[in-house]
């Protein structure tokens, strides 16, 4: 998404679609490993954040909008600060029991 929105704003507009499309490929790839009958809520509400990151992606390809990158990589940004805040209370939680 950086390599992208880089290329587009200096104009380069074959770099800038060839990342971008990467972008929105890996998105895909998100969307096609959730399994939405075993995931329930928790994998609805990550296709629902991964629906609008591709979104964000293709908007901001064919109009050139780097706000749009900006709001994608905003997405993830925050989806990876709760993974790793509930990796460390998991972490925490593992070394109370072990404790007691």
Do not use: C
Request: hydrophobic share 40%; aromatic share 4%.
């Amino acid at each position: 998404m950086e390599a992208g929105k880089a290329a587009m704003k200096s104009g380069d507009l074959n770099n800038q679609n060839t990342s971008l499309q990467r972008a929105q490929k890996i998105v895909l790839h998100l969307m096609a490993t959730l399994d939405l009958e075993k995931g329930g809520i928790v994998a609805a509400n990550l296709m629902s954040l991964y629906s609008y990151v591709l979104d964000q992606l293709v908007q901001a390809n064919v109009h050139d909008q780097p706000d749009k990158i900006d709001l994608a990589i905003q997405t993830f940004s925050q989806l990876r600060s709760g993974w790793s805040q509930l990796d460390e209370r998991q972490k925490q939680n593992r070394g109370e029991l072990i404790a007691a």
